[in-house]
């Protein structure tokens, strides 16, 4: 003879199912949201490509008027290669942060150089990398990647939700800061 469960218990069962599958599916899609903010197309990390491309690109103006050991230019070369290859988050914002104090050290370099202020096609490169150097790191992407980012560790710190969460797997996002 089969023995039944209770309905009281099968209810119970039955809620468990159900809120178990609402929190994993809402931690879900609150992750994959970010995890598009970041790698998706137009996201964060592609934005720090552009500018990591902006740095080589610099680095071949700076090829045709500077030596070619040049400790700036390699320096350059170097951070603009990390931003562009650099997995994690804090990796690519250390990167970010060393392109933008060598791209201005070759930039002046470059002003300074006599071959340089001979070629307006340079200087108006120059001045045209530049801009689009400040207009992406200028860009919404990343405070749109961190206001996501921060609702979401805003979710894993609710005590119930968070918990469950948790001991199911889902780790915080890093913020880009």
Same mark, same amino acid.
């Given at each position: ?9 099968? =209810? ?5 199912? =159900? ?7 809402? %931690?879900? @899609? &609150?992750?994959?949201? =970010? +995890?598009?903010?970041?790698?998706? +197309? ?5 934005? %720090? ?13 700076? *090829? *045709? ?18 931003? *562009?290859?650099? @997995? ?11 392109? +933008? ?19 307006? *096609?340079?200087?108006? &490169?120059?001045?045209?990398?530049e801009a689009d150097l400040s207009s992406? @790191? ?29 001991? %199911? ?7 880009y800061e």
């Open positions: 003879m089969k023995r039944n469960l209770p309905t009281g218990a099968c =209810v119970l069962i039955a809620l468990a199912l =159900v809120a178990f599958g609402l929190i994993y599916g809402t %931690l879900s @899609g &609150y992750g994959a949201q =970010v +995890e598009a903010l970041w790698s998706g +197309e137009n996201g964060l990390s592609d934005v %720090l490509s552009y500018r990591g491309a902006d740095g080589l690109n610099l680095c071949v103006v700076a *090829r *045709r008027h500077l030596p070619q050991d040049d400790p700036a230019v390699l320096a350059l070369e170097e951070s603009a290669g990390a931003l *562009r290859s650099a @997995g994690g988050i804090a990796a690519k914002k250390a990167a970010d942060s060393a392109l +933008e104090a060598d791209f201005a050290a070759v930039a002046r370099k470059l002003e300074s150089s006599a071959s340089f202020q001979a070629s307006e *096609r340079d200087q108006r &490169y120059l001045s045209m990398l992406l @790191g200028a860009s919404q992407a990343v405070s749109t990647y961190n206001r996501a980012a921060s609702a979401f560790n805003d979710l894993l710190a609710a005590p119930l939700t968070g918990s469950l969460a948790r001991l %199911l797997g889902v780790t915080p996002c890093e913020l």
